[in-house]
């Protein structure tokens, strides 16, 4: 077995080339009669990083024909929806509840895509605290609700406020 370095510029540019095609280091060695080991620590030290620019940029490419593709059936199927809601709304009868349905999935599930692709959140989600208090309140607003259908419990509610060591939390015991 020969060693890379010994090679010609341009067997050793049509090994690169195989290399960079995505063929194995074992299958080039034998196929070429090389040490896997010496063409190995030639792939890489000269070859790896371009390979990986080389996947970095086909995977760029592949994204934006991904993107610009969706953005072409996003065109035509708000074409298509904005067609049908116009004849939805110019028609004699009202759109059904399926209709009117459909028509709002199909919206938020391209919505919901494009945000993705754009890398932002596909739903908007405000996580604001609640107290006993607040949850009772809201309660005896439902209609549904009937008095003593839900145990008041004893509960210890966390408040801040600043301790001597730095630190803000402090307890005080409510009934619900």
Known sequence: MTKVSSLPKKKLDAIKE?????ASLTLLAEKHGVARTSLSYHA??????????????????FSNSKKQNFIQMSDSAIKV????LRELAEREYPPTIREAKDATVILESLDKITRLDEGNPTEIVAEKPVSIKDITAKLKLDPF???GEIEDADFKEITKSS???GSTSSDSDHDA
């Open 44 to 61: 890489n030290t000269y070859w790896k990083k371009e390979l990986e620019l080389r996947r970095a940029e086909l995977f760029e490419q």
């Open 18 to 22: 195989e290399y960079m095609q995505g």
């Open 81 to 84: 929806m904005t067609k049908a």
């Open 145 to 147: 609700y009937t008095e």
């Open 163 to 165: 301790n001597d060591d």
